[in-house]
């Protein structure tokens, strides 16, 4: 059988009107003396898809990649994979492998002879082992480099290589701990899309760590927002960033802009607030919280639906006067700093003119907050 549907077949062994997750977690707790690395947390990873924990440095994605792969083992609660309770069960038995940052290649190994090394260790006879390496190294496209050792090869080149040495043993769940973190920001970009597209054609469930908002965003089809050992928000990409629930997920995903703000009227659905901008409609979505005239609530706008007019219409709804005070062109886009009476605000405008964009430091505009661009926090 083809490497490639083999492993799909591994992913998706029985089809089933309600499959079972790749990955389960039931209040998973990890504690290290006084610090509480992971809380009571529950998720569960569908099979086949692209799942990525993202956050920032400290709060949990690490161990509890650590805790699936059997490097760890949590102080509470359940783990199952593929069904499967994995409590007391080695790392070595698990159906997962894991690609780590650092590449962990032996180096006096040439890469065929890296790519066969588990292969070997599971008594892989001879004939299957050879066509499952070169099938590996055709798919990641490193068959030009079988001979060559880690220390001839690019940062790239032994990122491919350290993916390929996962996959050829097949596993129902891979396991990515920042592998492109080490790579420059063109290359990183470039296996980005390549991984993606890999995931795709292989099926394999895919868990990748990162606290790279773009990277998760790209690739992910959800993505499990964490902050101190909690997970803040899962979902779609589109869903985090376009509907946050949270300050943290508003401004960790992206930038955003934070409105203080307190009900003046609801009808239908539409709110009314009171902001330090002036008074702004809303809409509201079908699930947002019940709140009354008075009740205090939080607003969250992206800079880049912040729309920049030089008009003075006083029909245009939620405007108001702002002025400049700094602009920084970044190639693609220009990043606004604006000035109003209630206070400092950003814009990011798509540069789609040739040559400067229109707009000077010190020039005064009207801002408009778009209703259905306003977000109402949970917090």
Known sequence: MHLTAELKRKADPVATSAPTPAIEMAEISRRFGDVTALAQVSLSVRRGEFFSLLGPSGCGK???LRIIAGLDIPDEGILRIAGQDAAGLPAHKRPVNTVFQSYALFPHLNVRENLEFGLRMKKTPPAERARRVSEIMELVEI????????????GGQMQR????????????????????GALD????????????????????????????????????????VMNAGRIEQLGAGCDLYERPRTRFIAQFLGSCNILEAAVQGRTGGRLEVRTKFGNLEMDLGPSARPLSPGDACTLAVRPEKVALRVDRNPHNANCFPARVAELIYTGSETQYHLEAAGGMLKAWVL???????GLHAGEEIQVQLRSDALILLDD
């Open 62 to 64: 690490t161990t509890l």
């Open 143 to 154: 068959s030009e480099l079988s001979s060559r050792r880690p220390s001839q090869l690019s």
């Open 161 to 180: 290589v350290a993916l390929a040495r996962a996959i050829v043993n097949q596993p129902q769940v891979l396991l990515l701990d920042e592998p492109l």
């Open 185 to 224: 920001l063109k290359l990183r970009k470039q296996l980005q899309l390549e991984l993606h597209a890999l995931q795709q054609r292989l099926g394999t469930t895919f868990i990748y760590v990162t606290h790279d908002q773009e990277e998760a965003l790209v690739m992910s089809d959800r993505i499990a």
């Open 351 to 357: 540069n789609t003119r040739v040559g400067h964009q």
